[in-house]
């Protein structure tokens, strides 16, 4: 059985959905990042198929990627003022330093939790 031949189950029967190889999948089916492209979103229906593929990289197994109907798909919803202000205040918040304080012009490297001068200051005294 070839690789299309495991990934191709268009009744479902084998993985409880309509199953196509990557690049494979029917006219009317989108990944969400397709939708959110042409403006739409899932708007709460559930997964119609998907497509899948061998994967050879660190994890060895197959890669799945879900679709949806895009005559069921929904338009998505427009950005009010409110949303922009707290997407404003949460980006400001990843911006500024829980230890000096200071506001910087990239976001604090969650790895840290901290800007640099505060993580590594005995070598910005030697600089």
Not at 116 to 126: K, V
Request: aromatic share 10%; glycine share 8%.
């Amino acid at each position: 059985m070839s690789a299309y031949g495991k990934c191709f189950d268009p009744t479902g029967a084998r993985f409880g959905v309509p199953t196509y190889p990557w690049r494979f999948a029917p006219d009317g089916y989108a990944t969400r990042r397709q939708l959110r492209v042409a403006g739409l979103r899932p708007g709460g229906q559930p997964v119609a198929a998907q497509v899948m593929r061998r994967h050879r990289g660190r994890k060895a197994g197959v890669q799945v990627a879900y679709l949806y109907r895009v005559d069921r798909a929904m338009p998505v919803r427009p950005m009010t003022s409110r949303k922009w202000g707290a997407l404003a205040l949460a980006m400001l918040a990843r911006r500024t330093c829980p230890n000096c304080r200071i506001t910087y012009s990239y976001c604090i490297p969650t790895s840290l939790g901290m800007c640099l001068l505060c993580a590594y200051p005995e070598e910005q005294r030697a600089a």
